[in-house]
């Protein structure tokens, strides 16, 4: 059967990593009874069975079926967790299902690895978590424990496209249209990481005060944590006017709840702190801001976006409530533990925070701008009273080469750091020319620390580089991109746009040769050839002796 892409689906096919489960589970598992359990839940849910063709349409298989990998490996834990990782890290190929795959790792008789991993156009969280549950059901019950589904996932694309056209997309737009006028473009943010995650506590005595408080204008703690982040991100963009995107299930009818497949989505809220508000005032505003996104949330993200002409790509997240780490729930098997095996963050700045006041800053950042964040987050909090002016309110001093105080530049972006372009259109898998030049120039503009522009053919080593530099920049590219630089062909290509260069070239279906390289090394002086020998003898002292410290 053929249907069209639902807007979840369609908006899936551009990001970059697949949904992942992993669990030790200590006891014993049946393989057999789990490859059983898994043939019954791929055959209830069609759209565990389903491939994507070129032309954007999901195909749904009559047949077929997810092998759950039996793979023994004697008291080797940590190959386990790589093996693991190599099922993460394994392409999907999309015009063929399934796109689902799973294994259950043996390292002793009472001890397991189970791993699944879904591509995001078949699932999304809250549907891993129903796949685990009927899993368990059928392998505890046996193989007719799992009702039929009464609809599926397909017919529910058709529908939604079909709604959510003509005179009831107008009605649905009529609020968003109102609320996103004049909508600024979202804050670019330091370059970073694919992936981390922060944590930090709030003081349960101020938890408890705010929740107090909050109460008393009928607004939630969520409201209040949301209103502690606008001010952080108020004071990073310099602006009283911001957006920040709040999950949602997605699943807009009750009927949709037992329907395996993508559906979760985001739902803009749009904060003002202009007027120069007490925080009391900002969390009313909050409030109602909040309210008013929830019961309008029908429309998919995406879909909105597209239909109003706005940008809310890069808007930060917000989340209120515990994580939620779904698991088998096999007879005599207790889960141990879960095993993270790919970065979660669903925007550059994720937050989420839960009623104890535990914050959890998932993002794509650098690393010391997001600890800024967290620290500036709960610093508001804990001094935050509905009386207190938002301006008053404390936010600790950055310590990294970018400042939260610093003037916008010309082009938008808080100084020292250099914008990076927008993300590609979906389905171009190699970033452009353009965006790849941005970001080394964000890079090294980190690593020079400086607040002037560095000129795309500027020598960077004149301008102070050296070799740990070069070593820290191979470092970050292979984070960002999963490109190896040689350290010999960055001495050799000291500038912005050569550097940009090589990255693209190796990012190309087809790189090219050393030939290049070998010509530019033959065109060295002496000098030169002194620095890279020097920094090439550093490199490998540094690998020797992390070696010789993990033996």
């Known amino acids: 059967m053929r249907y069209p892409l639902s807007f979840a689906q369609a908006h899936a096919l551009s990001l970059p990593e697949p949904l992942s489960h992993a669990t030790w589970l200590d006891g014993p598992v049946d393989p057999v009874a789990l490859q059983q359990a898994m043939d019954v839940v791929v055959a209830r849910h069609p759209v565990l069975r389903t491939s994507v063709t070129a032309s954007g349409e999901q195909v749904v298989s009559e ?48 001890r397991f690895l189970f791993v699944l991993v879904a591509h995001r156009v078949v699932a999304d969280g809250s549907a891993l978590g129903m796949l685990l549950a009927d899993l368990s059901t059928v392998y505890r019950e046996g193989l007719s424990a799992l009702s039929p589904s009464w609809m599926d996932y397909g017919d529910y694309a058709v529908w939604q496209r079909e709604r959510l056209d003509g005179e009831e997309l107008a009605r649905q737009l009529e609020h968003w249209r109102e609320v996103l006028r004049d909508v600024p473009a979202p804050a670019r943010l330091p370059a970073g990481h694919r992936a981390a995650r922060s944590t930090a506590a709030v003081d349960p005595v101020a938890v408890r005060r705010l929740s107090d408080g909050a109460g008393g204008v009928g607004a939630t703690l969520a409201a209040v944590f949301l209103a502690a982040y606008a001010v952080v991100l108020s004071r990073y963009t310099q602006g009283v006017d911001l957006v920040v995107e709040v999950p949602v299930s997605g699943r807009v009818r009750v009927e949709l709840k037992p329907i395996a497949g993508p559906f979760a989505d985001a739902v803009p809220v749009r904060v003002s702190l202009a007027g120069a508000p007490a925080f009391g005032d900002l969390l009313v505003r909050v409030r109602d801001a909040l309210a008013h996104a929830l019961a309008h949330d029908e429309v998919p993200l995406p879909k909105l976006a ?48 839960d009623e104890s006041g535990t914050l959890t800053l998932e993002h794509r950042t650098d690393p010391g701008f997001a600890d800024w964040v967290l620290r500036s987050v709960v610093a508001v909090l804990e001094h935050a009273a ?12 950055p310590e990294g080469t970018w400042s939260a105080g610093a003037e916008l530049s010309s082009n938008g972006v808080v100084g020292p750091v250099t914008a990076v372009s ?23 503009g980190e690593f020079l620390r400086t607040t002037e522009p560095i000129g795309r053919h500027d020598n960077l080593f004149a301008l102070g580089s050296g070799s740990l530099t070069a070593v820290r920049f191979a470092a970050r590219i292979a984070d960002l991109y999963g490109v190896t630089l040689p350290m010999d062909r960055i001495v050799t290509s000291p500038t912005i746009a050569a550097l940009a260069e090589i990255v693209a070239a190796e990012l190309a279906p087809d790189p090219p040769d050393d030939a290049a390289r070998d010509a530019a090394l033959a065109d060295l002086s002496d000098d030169e050839l002194d620095d890279l020998l020097r920094a090439v003898v550093a490199a490998r002292e540094r690998r020797r002796t992390t070696e010789g410290d993990l033996r």
């Open 63 to 110: 047949e077929g079926g997810v092998v759950v990998e039996h793979v023994v490996l004697p008291d080797d834990v940590e190959r386990a967790e790589s093996v693991a990782a190599a099922l993460v890290a394994r392409p999907f190929d999309l015009d063929r299902e399934p796109l689902l795959r799973a294994a259950v790792i043996e390292v002793r008789a009472d």
């Open 306 to 353: 597209a239909e109003l002409g706005v940008d809310l790509s890069g808007a930060a997240r917000f989340t209120f409530g515990p994580p939620v780490a779904p698991a088998l729930d096999l007879p005599g098997v207790t889960v141990r533990s879960h095993v993270v095996l790919t970065g979660t963050a669903e925007a550059d700045l994720d937050l989420r925070a």
């Open 422 to 444: 927008e993300p590609e259109p979906a389905g171009n898998p190699v970033p452009s020319g353009d965006r790849i030049e941005e970001t080394v120039a964000a890079i090294w």
């Open 386 to 397: 509905a009386d207190t002016a938002v301006a008053e309110l404390p936010v600790p001093a």
